[in-house]
């Protein structure tokens, strides 16, 4: 999966928990939860979306890294590397 | 292997809420609802032709699409609902009405804040200060020590009078307790009603279930109706499924139960909750955290607040009677009393709904006028026994004074069992005692239809008719069987919002978040 992969499929699971959020212009460098109204519950959801699409397994302790879209791609890379993006 | 990852006891807010977040991630989820309608408290009914709702005066948490961080935006990203599905239109105004003086109050609090002001000069800074006090306190916080809200409420507010119109509404919509309130109780019913305020979808609670229903189908969880669970089996200390009526056995690894607290304990015999929670609720052990009420030290359970509804079907909108407000909390006397009444219903206090004053972008089909009192369960219960529907054509009558040919015609059947009577009794009262607040709707009354607190024990199994269940509240979910975590009302969120989300995020708490198999 390529790094505009891993962010489109960030941005598609926030764009399905949060179907009254703006999605096109999300920054990339700022966090999430700055940009938007997400909160500890939705990046629960997040994560188990990702366990659910993906079968990428993201435990507790590394939560931190999902604060922004690009740090999402650089901690989901390896993980999601041969993944193919779900709609 | 269990038949089901969860069982969920309950089609009301909370179980449906609960259903959708577990099926949404593919856990195997089975809803077992005793009646044959899901809803719960709040469901819907037809009667002679008319659809009414059963509870629906208005749903609190007003949050207009976008608002961040409220109840209703949470509830909303968690079931994946977009703001306009809910099709929520908000109220005009409401009023908080006792002899002499009106406190009107609409979604904008600053009007709320000028009545204040206009009324009580002398309260207006203490009333800031109650509400900033109300606006820094976080109510999700589980671990903050419980306290009764009244003694916060007088360190700013010096006039009891309108300490009681502050109290009146909050404590209608959603206090378990006499008298009283537990301050974060109180904290959630301020911030639910004064900030964020009314609003309804056109179609009542019906468009709301509808939601739910289909939301929890297409992600693939199950319903069953007329099914109701008779026993929650334990293996030792462990839940490991339920009992249902008809003597089938249903195995889960969790249990969730929106039966109610006492009702749950019940549901477990004499091997689980039961003597630890209808025994011993002192006890710290039995359950990891009740909220302790100070007032009168422990309350009886179950919970001493039931109500009576009646609903009449108006020839004309209620606003061509001068009828303005959506909803008004009234009290006759200069004090509000908020307890279990010595006689069958204390219709010197309660609250008046008018749905079609809802800013509805079409005509309501009903022209409705609904009255909440407080009721005695107790007393209903031991009223004439002799079947629980009225035979076919007859029922209430509307008041005397609203009398027309057809109606008195229906009235001659009327049978005279001491529940109909009483019911008749009562409707004709509870109209009466409202008519300080509003005009005379009487003789505009086409159709009359009531319930009593025996109504909401019969559909919907809560003891003693209890609309906001028990006053011990079990914030974390978590019961002294393993396995088996309360949901809804006794967990401690009430009203279609709190319910919904106290199932949420006790399906998060105890079913998704724990500890999650390794990825594929
Ligand atoms: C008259 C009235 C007016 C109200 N007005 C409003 C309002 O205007 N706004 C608002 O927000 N809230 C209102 N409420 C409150 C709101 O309806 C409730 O707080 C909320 O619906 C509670 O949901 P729940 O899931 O906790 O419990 P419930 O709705 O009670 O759900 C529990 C379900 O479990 C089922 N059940 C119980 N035991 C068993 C068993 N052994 N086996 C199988 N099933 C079982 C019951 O049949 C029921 O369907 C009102 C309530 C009433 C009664």
Same mark, same amino acid.
């Given at each position: 999966m390529t790094d505009d992969n891993i962010k489109q499929a960030i941005i598609g699971i926030i764009a399905d928990i949060a179907p009254d959020e703006d999605t096109s212009n999300i920054d990339p460098a700022v966090r999430l939860r700055d940009q938007m109204d997400l909160d500890s519950m939705d990046f629960l959801d997040i994560v188990m979306e990702l366990r659910k699409r993906y079968g990428v397994h993201v435990p507790d302790t590394d939560y931190q890294h999902l604060a922004t879209l690009d740090s999402c *791609?650089?901690?989901?890379?390896?993980?999601?590397?041969?993944?193919?993006? *779900?709609? | 292997?269990?038949?089901?990852?969860?069982?969920?006891?309950?089609?009301?807010?909370?179980?449906?809420?609960?259903?959708?977040?577990?099926?949404?991630?593919?856990?195997?989820?089975?809803?077992?609802?005793r009646h044959y309608v899901w809803g719960g408290l709040n469901s819907f009914y037809r009667f002679k032709g008319?659809?009414?709702?059963?509870?629906?005066?208005?749903?609190?948490?007003?949050?207009?699409r976008g608002a961040k961080g409220l109840p209703l935006s949470r509830?909303?990203?968690?079931?994946?609902?977009?703001?306009?599905?809910?099709?929520?239109?908000?109220?005009g105004f409401s009023a908080v009405s006792f002899p002499g003086v009106k406190l009107r109050f609409s979604n904008d609090f600053e009007l709320l804040r000028g009545e204040v002001a206009r009324a009580f000069p002398r309260q207006v800074d203490g009333f800031d200060a109650l509400s900033r006090e109300v606006r820094e306190f976080n109510e999700l916080d589980l671990d903050a020590p419980q306290q009764d809200a009244r003694p916060v409420v007088r360190r700013h507010i010096t006039d009891p009078v309108l300490e009681d119109m502050i109290?009146?509404?909050?404590?209608?919509?959603?206090?378990?307790?006499?008298?009283?309130?537990?301050?974060?109780?109180?904290?959630?019913?301020?911030?639910?009603?004064?900030?964020?305020?009314?609003?309804?979808?056109?179609?009542?609670?019906?468009?709301?279930?509808?939601?739910?229903?289909?939301?929890?189908?297409?992600?693939?969880?199950?319903?069953?109706?007329?099914?109701?669970?008779?026993?929650?089996l334990t293996d030792g200390n462990r839940a490991t499924g339920v009992e249902l009526d008809n003597g089938e056995t249903l195995t889960a690894e969790t249990v969730l139960s929106s039966a109610g607290l006492m009702e749950t304990g019940k549901l477990c015999g004499s091997a689980g909750l039961r003597p630890a929670i209808a025994g011993d609720l002192g006890s710290p052990a039995v359950v990891d955290k009740m909220s302790t009420t100070s007032a009168g030290g422990t309350p009886a359970l179950p919970g001493k607040l039931s109500f009576t509804e009646t609903i009449s079907v108006l020839d004309r909108p209620a606003k061509n009677l001068g009828i303005e407000e959506t909803i008004i909390f009234f009290s006759n006397t200069e004090r509000f009393q908020y307890a279990q009444p010595a006689d069958d219903v204390d219709t010197s206090s309660g609250v008046i709904c008018m749905p079609g004053n809802f800013k509805l972008p079409a005509e309501p089909n009903d022209h409705l006028v609904r009255i909440t009192n407080i009721a005695?369960?107790?007393?209903?219960?031991?009223?004439?026994?002799?079947?629980?529907?009225?035979?076919?054509g007859a029922g209430l009558r509307p008041a005397p004074q609203a009398l027309d040919e057809t109606s008195a015609a229906?009235?001659?059947?009327?049978?005279?069992?001491?529940?109909?009577?009483?019911?008749?009794?009562?409707?004709?009262?509870?109209?009466?005692?409202?008519?300080?607040?509003?005009?005379?709707?009487?003789?505009?009354?086409?159709?009359?239809?009531?319930?009593?607190?025996?109504?909401?024990?019969?559909?919907?199994g809560h003891e003693?008719?209890?609309?906001?269940?028990?006053?011990?509240?079990?914030?974390?979910?978590?019961?002294?069987?393993?396995?088996?975590?309360i949901i809804g009302t006794d967990q401690g969120f009430l009203g279609i919002i709190g319910a919904a989300l106290s199932g949420i995020s006790m399906a998060n708490r105890w079913v998704l978040q724990k500890a999650p198999e390794p990825a594929a």
């Amino acid at each position: 999966m390529t790094d505009d992969n891993i962010k489109q499929a960030i941005i598609g699971i926030i764009a399905d928990i949060a179907p009254d959020e703006d999605t096109s212009n999300i920054d990339p460098a700022v966090r999430l939860r700055d940009q938007m109204d997400l909160d500890s519950m939705d990046f629960l959801d997040i994560v188990m979306e990702l366990r659910k699409r993906y079968g990428v397994h993201v435990p507790d302790t590394d939560y931190q890294h999902l604060a922004t879209l690009d740090s999402c *791609v650089e901690y989901l890379r390896d993980k999601m590397a041969g993944k193919q993006l *779900v709609s | 292997m269990a038949d089901y990852d969860a069982i969920i006891i309950g089609a009301g807010m909370s179980g449906l809420a609960a259903g959708i977040r577990l099926a949404m991630f593919d856990k195997r989820v089975v809803v077992l609802e005793r009646h044959y309608v899901w809803g719960g408290l709040n469901s819907f009914y037809r009667f002679k032709g008319h659809q009414f709702d059963v509870g629906l005066h208005a749903m609190t948490n007003y949050a207009p699409r976008g608002a961040k961080g409220l109840p209703l935006s949470r509830l909303l990203k968690q079931l994946r609902i977009r703001h306009d599905e809910l099709d929520l239109y908000e109220q005009g105004f409401s009023a908080v009405s006792f002899p002499g003086v009106k406190l009107r109050f609409s979604n904008d609090f600053e009007l709320l804040r000028g009545e204040v002001a206009r009324a009580f000069p002398r309260q207006v800074d203490g009333f800031d200060a109650l509400s900033r006090e109300v606006r820094e306190f976080n109510e999700l916080d589980l671990d903050a020590p419980q306290q009764d809200a009244r003694p916060v409420v007088r360190r700013h507010i010096t006039d009891p009078v309108l300490e009681d119109m502050i109290f009146c509404p909050l404590m209608y919509y959603g206090s378990a307790r006499e008298h009283d309130m537990d301050w974060d109780q109180f904290v959630v019913m301020f911030k639910s009603i004064f900030f964020e305020g009314f609003s309804r979808p056109q179609q009542g609670v019906r468009h709301i279930l509808k939601l739910l229903i289909d939301r929890y189908r297409k992600a693939g969880g199950e319903l069953r109706l007329k099914t109701g669970v008779s026993r929650i089996l334990t293996d030792g200390n462990r839940a490991t499924g339920v009992e249902l009526d008809n003597g089938e056995t249903l195995t889960a690894e969790t249990v969730l139960s929106s039966a109610g607290l006492m009702e749950t304990g019940k549901l477990c015999g004499s091997a689980g909750l039961r003597p630890a929670i209808a025994g011993d609720l002192g006890s710290p052990a039995v359950v990891d955290k009740m909220s302790t009420t100070s007032a009168g030290g422990t309350p009886a359970l179950p919970g001493k607040l039931s109500f009576t509804e009646t609903i009449s079907v108006l020839d004309r909108p209620a606003k061509n009677l001068g009828i303005e407000e959506t909803i008004i909390f009234f009290s006759n006397t200069e004090r509000f009393q908020y307890a279990q009444p010595a006689d069958d219903v204390d219709t010197s206090s309660g609250v008046i709904c008018m749905p079609g004053n809802f800013k509805l972008p079409a005509e309501p089909n009903d022209h409705l006028v609904r009255i909440t009192n407080i009721a005695n369960y107790d007393r209903w219960a031991a009223l004439g026994n002799a079947g629980f529907q009225p035979a076919s054509g007859a029922g209430l009558r509307p008041a005397p004074q609203a009398l027309d040919e057809t109606s008195a015609a229906n009235a001659g059947g009327t049978p005279a069992l001491p529940y109909y009577t009483a019911k008749q009794h009562w409707y004709e009262r509870s109209c009466a005692d409202v008519l300080g607040h509003i005009a005379d709707f009487r003789p505009h009354v086409t159709l009359v239809d009531m319930f009593t607190p025996r109504t909401i024990r019969h559909y919907t199994g809560h003891e003693g008719g209890a609309v906001y269940g028990s006053p011990q509240k079990l914030r974390t979910g978590k019961t002294d069987v393993e396995g088996l975590y309360i949901i809804g009302t006794d967990q401690g969120f009430l009203g279609i919002i709190g319910a919904a989300l106290s199932g949420i995020s006790m399906a998060n708490r105890w079913v998704l978040q724990k500890a999650p198999e390794p990825a594929a």
